[in-house]
């Protein structure tokens, strides 16, 4: 499994855009990139996941640039309820595999 | 119910007992995972059920852990002789594919654990 590296913690402000870049410099062909969101006290969910260029949904944006080796979980807008850990994971489709979690980012929105 | 259920959602124990936590997966869903949360910490992955394969064991941290998932569904984390380093909230996933990478990873509301 790739191994993945992002900051342990980051602070911003309502209203402003968050972006979360993880690292993933052995990220093999057939991987994809996933991102989880782990709110206090629950379990985390899943929000977006791509494999090159870009993906937008109803949450977040992923940026992916075309060497593979980072990307980057943008925010838009963020709210205090967007206060939340965020996991960045890489792996391959259809590998029946284990799946692994880092540390993850702890991202705290102050209002 | 829709989602995955975890049960029972706090469990507060003795030093030296046994316990059992439970995870209902999602109807359908082949994969099932356990994981691990220390206050303030990380997932650490414990074990991972695929179908009829034999589980992946690899992440439990001593053998007083043990976990089964029968009939391809319910699972039951055991924990003997608990210790106060057991205590943590205890998570149960499931997933329709083997990877959860092209599909997603549908995580329980856990199980606190409290060993005192």
């Known amino acids: 499994l790739a191994k993945t590296t992002q900051p342990i913690s980051m602070d911003s402000y309502e209203g402003q855009e968050v972006n979360i870049t993880c690292s993933h410099n052995?990220?093999?062909?057939?991987?994809?990139i996933t991102w989880y969101q782990q709110f206090p006290s629950q379990g985390p969910r899943f929000i977006i996941q791509?494999?090159?260029t870009k993906v937008t949904n109803e949450v977040a944006s992923l940026f992916i640039p075309a060497d593979r080796k980072s990307s980057t979980l943008s925010l838009p807008r963020v709210s205090l309820s967007d206060t939340a850990v965020y996991y960045c994971l890489v792996g391959a489709p259809n590998r029946d595999d284990k799946i692994i979690f880092g540390k993850g980012t702890r991202l705290h929105i102050l209002p | 119910g829709a989602g995955v259920s975890q049960s029972p959602s706090n469990k507060v124990t003795e030093k030296g007992k046994d316990v059992e936590l439970r995870c209902d997966p999602i109807s359908g869903h082949t994969a099932l995972y356990w994981y691990r949360q220390s206050l303030g910490q990380g997932l650490e992955f414990l074990i991972y059920?695929?179908?009829?394969?034999?589980?992946?064991k690899s992440g439990l941290p001593s053998d007083r852990f043990s976990a089964e998932r029968t009939g391809g569904s319910v699972s039951t984390l055991t924990i003997q002789r608990t210790q106060q380093e057991d205590s943590a909230v205890y998570l149960c996933?499931?997933?329709?594919?083997?990877?959860?990478?092209?599909?997603?990873?549908?995580f329980g509301e856990g199980s606190r654990l409290t060993v005192l």
């Open positions: 996933a499931s997933s329709l594919a083997g990877t959860g990478y092209t599909g997603e990873l549908f």
């Open positions: 052995n990220i093999a062909t057939n991987d994809y």
């Open positions: 059920f695929q179908g009829n394969s034999a589980p992946d």
């Open positions: 791509g494999y090159k």
